[in-house]
């Protein structure tokens, strides 16, 4: 999920918390607490930072190691050490409890997204991502601002949260089956697709639609149960060329084809320069693909420009291509 619903999801904790009576009956614990999962809810996603490092390392490392079930242990351990210095005469086991309850709600909401966590880690690198629910979901955010307002208006904090994610479970229902409807409905359009992936939008009846087939690539959008096929690609296997190769090598190709399940590849050349671009499907946007990865190699097949990451023009491709030579 986005940051401010992490936020809003550590506060309305804090609210349930109220419910254990060591909590409730202890201002300072309270106080603790309610810091505790704030801070709880936000201490896996500080791999962000990551990405002031390059594209390529926020990729292959955005929700793995800080998502993993190590993390989830560690992380409750760390903030309740150190709030218990801050807080000293805090309950310290009820502190951990509400602060691991607020990590792990982290990673677990975290899986529903499209872009998964490596949840299993260390037992398995497997991205999990059930995409039933969009990085940002209004409702589920909005939801939780109209508990954390009835709250401050004085309403019961216990009963106001516990109202708000008996609701969000409902809602998490409706959703998968809402998504197993499209799927199915896909299915019905496509009766020779081996792959599908329907991956959400903030639109509650809207979803993204990538689908495989042995001969063909297929992207859409889903409106209800209505499908639009909007582009339909041929299905060819990577060239096994040493140019291939050489680019599959770098480090920006080879964070995308990690992370990426369903994608096509170009090769061209531009002034005795070849080009490599490999093209995530899953995020048509305006009649383009703004997730890529890019290589340029020389007739040596040496990559001398590479990119991966976020694109929405060309021009600001070759800006980005421009700016990883210097």
Known sequence: MDTGTHIV???SLGGLAMADPAVAGHPITM???IAGTIIGSQAPDIDTVLKLRNNAVYIRHHRGITHSIPAVIIWPILITFVLGMIFQEANLLHLWLWTFLAVFLHVFVDIFNSYGTQALRPFSNKWVALSVINTFDPIIFGAHLIALMFWAFGTNPVWTIATLY???FFYYV???AVQSAVKHAV????PDAEEIIVAPTMRFFQWRIAA???RHHYVGRAYGRSINIYDKFPKTPLP???LMQAALKDKNVAAFVSFSPLYRWEISEIDDIYEVRLIDLR???NDYYPFVAVARLNHECKVIQSYTGWIFSEDKLREKLDFSMN
């Open 9 to 11: 999801m550590g506060i």
């Open 283 to 285: 995020y048509r946007s």
């Open 31 to 33: 106080t603790a607490v």
């Open 166 to 168: 008996v609701v969000l």
């Open 174 to 176: 409706i959703r998968f």
């Open 187 to 190: 299915r019905n359009t496509i």
């Open 212 to 214: 495989d087939s042995k």
């Open 240 to 242: 096994t060329s040493n």
